[in-house]
């Protein structure tokens, strides 16, 4: 293995420099005027493989390309999937930024720019470790498939609709993804579960246009009024959500998980300084983890009505929306969250106003099992190359393709987070630690490795 650290030394600049590459692209999946920078940042990658000796492949469909690649078939070795999205959330608010997004400047050893951790720069970490066993050893101690996709951040509809069509390209014996946290700085971790997810629009329509709110208030339904009343009764003050059957499927935590979570080192007055707040809240009854991984939750994520520049305005305006998110725990059924939602709405939306519910992306929550070889040889690789052995942990975040991998291909992911709770993912000043690049890169490396050794096992 000397070698290959020696060629992980030697060209650690480079993989920083081509990571900064990658991080200028502004891949950003929400925004439909940015396709040809999605389409950019897929050809980068497909360069990569290309590089590096993996047969690769730009696949077009319904929305950005995938990049497939694949290095040479070796009989009898295990087959891994490795998943990676290129896509990037959008950047407002653009004035919170050090420096720009897209821009990459590095600052204390960390560089700074949209989807630096989420998922660019996590990423490439595998691509980079595919590399250096190429470039030493001449090939991989395993198969390694990628699929990369350009829409994980608005909800992987091209790749599971690809996914049922291409069951053979894309089977395998094992799906890593690196696309969340370690536990704590340099304490890894395996993710044994993610939330799932239901986002909507809501639109509220009052008077056919803005109105003096001293003439004609107190006659008519102000809809951000309305707006503020109907949010305020989808959860009730216990953090408990109020749609009809809304906890009926929901999978209650084991009293063996719990004690797991509650055996987990985690600071709360860290985590609550690091957000500077003075307090933390959720569903009465449930510790922090608990409801950051296991609980569903409800939250507004936009808010818009009426007038939002400098000074008074005396309105009532003729518009008010929300974009929500519900994040939902196993057994919870994506689909049935907008009718629920529907219900509800129907019951508090005051006369005098017209509402429109718009559906957006959905996707089940996943709760993977420890029982698994790979994840045992995972282990060894983490402790390898961090020192510490990993521990197990949920995270409350959403990887929509992984329910989709688990139907189509039957095979679970396993969640190696390289990224930090303050790496500012969807936030300004996204950021990635270099020596956490560089760190993941040996992980991966190792990580070929033990799967390898699991060859005829
Ligand atoms: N990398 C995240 C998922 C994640 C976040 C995993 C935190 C672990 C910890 C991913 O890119 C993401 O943000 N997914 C979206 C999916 C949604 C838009 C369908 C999410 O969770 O909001
Ligand atoms: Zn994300």
């Not at 993804?177 to 329509?205: H, M, V, Y």
């Not at 987070?417 to 936030?427: I, K, L, R, V, Y």
Request: hydrophobic share 40%; proline share 7%; glycine share 10%.
């Amino acid at each position: 293995m000397a070698t290959i650290d020696q060629y992980l030394e030697t060209h650690a600049q480079r993989f920083e420099q081509e990571l900064f590459d990658l991080l200028r692209i502004p891949s950003i999946s929400a925004d439909t005027t940015r396709k040809a920078d999605l389409r950019r940042a897929a050809e980068a990658l497909a360069g990569h493989f290309r590089r590096i000796g993996l047969a690769v492949e730009i696949i077009e469909g319904d929305g950005p390309a995938l990049v497939y690649a694949q290095s040479p078939r070796q009989e009898g070795l295990p087959t891994v999937l490795v998943y990676g999205h290129y896509d990037v959330q959008p950047v407002e608010p653009l004035d919170k930024w050090t420096t720009p997004p897209f821009e990459p400047t590095v600052r204390d050893g960390k560089v700074f720019a949209r989807g630096a951790a989420d998922d660019k720069g996590q990423l490439l970490t595998h691509v980079k470790s595919a590399e250096a066993w190429m470039a030493v050893e001449g090939r991989l101690p395993v198969n390694l498939k990628f699929i990369l996709e350009g829409e994980e951040e608005v909800g992987s509809s091209y790749l599971a609709k690809f996914i049922g069509e291409n069951r053979e390209k894309l089977a395998c014996d094992c799906i890593v993804i690196s696309d969340g946290n370690q536990f704590a700085p340099g304490q890894p971790a395996i993710t044994c579960g993610l939330r799932g997810i239901a986002c909507f629009e809501l639109i509220l329509k009052g008077p056919n246009r803005d109105l003096h709110s001293g003439s004609f208030g107190g006659t008519v339904t102000n809809p951000a009024n309305a707006l503020a009343r109907i949010l305020a009764a989808l959860i009730d003050a216990d953090g408990v959500i109020q749609l009809p059957g809304f906890h009926d499927d929901v999978l209650p935590l084991s009293p063996a998980e719990r004690e797991q979570l509650a055996g987990l080192p985690f600071d709360e007055d860290h985590y609550m300084r690091d957000l500077g707040l003075t307090a933390l809240a959720g569903e009465r009854g449930f510790t922090t983890l608990e409801r950051r991984w296991a609980r569903p939750t409800f939250d507004v994520c936009g808010l818009t009505s009426g007038y939002q520049g400098e000074g008074a305005k005396t309105i009532i305006p003729a518009v008010a929306s929300a974009k929500l998110s519900f994040r939902l725990v196993p057994r919870q059924d994506p689909h049935k969250i907008g009718p629920a939602l529907r219900e509800k709405l129907a019951e508090v939306c005051p006369p005098g106003i017209a509402m429109e519910l718009v559906d957006m992306h959905g996707t089940a929550a996943v709760h993977l099992s420890q029982d698994n070889p790979f994840m045992q040889a995972a282990a060894k690789a983490l402790e390898h190359a961090f020192g510490a052995p990993p521990v197990f942990t949920r995270e409350g975040g959403s990887i929509p393709i992984v329910s989709k991998f688990a139907q189509g291909l039957g095979v679970d992911a396993l969640l190696l987070g390289w990224g930090q709770d303050d790496d500012n993912a969807h936030s300004p000043n996204e950021k990635f630690s270099l020596s956490d690049f560089h760190r993941a890169i040996r992980a991966s490396v190792r990580l070929w490795e033990e799967f390898g050794r699991l060859a005829g096992a």
